[in-house]
């Protein structure tokens, strides 16, 4: 199947769109993107600017993939967004360029961006985070696999959610998150480990106990921060294991602290 563009489209001559890309009715899309194979863009949405989309993304109606960022320090230029495959961006999302020229705010493949949610300049966005409708992420957000965004949640800038943690509905979220935990709170307080999300990801029960126990040892005992790595570096039931390396890991790059 070729090429498929609605006569009502605008579809610039400079934009390079792959095999089977479906451009529906109304639909805009500006002369630096570039549309993978399979890709649908729906009737009423918008890719613009300097934007690379992988194979088979999705785009339904409204969505604006590639725009501007909000950032006040934007002095011109041609900064960058760059997509990877099989993205799904439902109605009102939006995705913004980074804010400097070379620079790139970067999703990676198989993420969900439910209605109205939206992804600021400069974010870094790894594979299968689901973000739920109206939920935002602030500028230069680094997002890692399988992470889940809940409804209405709103992540400050510069923060970094872990993998396979989730932030709660209408959470304010102002310091990192680390790998399999759960927060919640206005300000979000990690309150537990993501254990559906776990589970649901094949998890072992003894690999949910060791994020149980790594959970524990930060945030409920009596030893500070620093007690607690050190503990679970050299004392810990869980010294060694996977998924305390991971948190240990995580924790020890933090620059914002811990929520």
Known sequence: MAVEIHPSAIV??????G???VVEAFAMVGPQVRIGDDSKILHHSTVEGKVTLGKKNLIYPYAMIGGLTHDLKYEGGQPGLLIGDENIFR?????????????????GSFNVF???SHVAHDCQVSNHLVMSSHSALGGHVIVEDHVNVGWNAGIHQFCRLGKHSMISACSKLVQDVPPYMLADGFPAEVRSINKIGMERAGYSSAEIDNARGVFKTIYKSDMNRTQALSNLVESSPWEGKKITEEVISFVQKSERGLA
Not at 91 to 107: G, K, P, W
């Open 19 to 21: 095999e089977n890309v």
């Open 114 to 116: 439910l209605a109205y």
């Open 12 to 17: 610039d001559p400079h934009a390079e769109l």
């Open 91 to 107: 109605e009102y999302v939006s995705i913004h360029v980074a804010t400097q020229e070379q620079d790139s705010t970067t999703l």
